[in-house]
């Protein structure tokens, strides 16, 4: 099978520098940034069986969307880790709007190093951020701090079949250098069984905008505002069209995938 991932790629961008993950964080303001939107959080709080007495790690949780989406819903006890202090900000202020700072809280904190002590948590989850990371040290780390039979609920981009070099060259310029740190389906799969984890769950989906998923994500004022920036702003189309026209142009090979895992 063709090797199409290394540890960390010299062309992997970090969090701050991806162009597609600033645009849509810093230039339209959206809260939901993993593919899959909440729709895939929900599976894996459902699949996992989420309930008031669950405490979760939510790890590169950025703007707090899924912390308190999964406090709200399920009234767990949510832990939000980032790197980024500006988001972390607006996941305060999101958190304390919705009345959830007895349920959510968040840290400024690197992943590959967790100040937590270990077997803290029932779960954690990781969307979108472990091609940001050096993969083994993250899960390992996740894996420590997680409890005996707790679970681990991932959202990663994820190759469908091998890609030509022409492709991971494509999706790396248009949608950001670290989709190269992306992992086919089993590799992923390969990569939780390594760290540790049982992996009762795993499936590939694929990438698409819906006007249904940014309501549900986003909300109505959120959806309105984020239309209007890019009626108005061209750069906004641009990119948008840019996006949508790559995952159109990929779909046989980029989609991601939503993966489960136990500790026994």
Known sequence: MKKIQI???SHACEPDKCDTFQFMAKKLGMKVLHPGGLDATETIAERCGISPDTIILDAGCGS???SIFLARRYGCKVVGVDIDQSLLLKAYTYARKNGLLDKVAFRLVDIHDLPFQDDTFDGALIQAMLIF??????????YQKIRSQGFIGVVELAWKSPPPDKIIKRVGDVL???AVNAELHDGWINRLHESGFDVVHAEICDLDFTFGGMLKNEGVASTLRIMFKGFLDESVRRKTGEVTKLFRETRKYLGYGIYIGRKS
Do not use: I, R, Y
């Open 7 to 9: 540890e960390k790629c």
């Open 176 to 178: 950001c250098g670290a």
């Open 64 to 66: 707090g969307s899924s």
């Open 133 to 142: 990371t050096e993969k083994s040290k993250a899960l390992q780390m996740l």
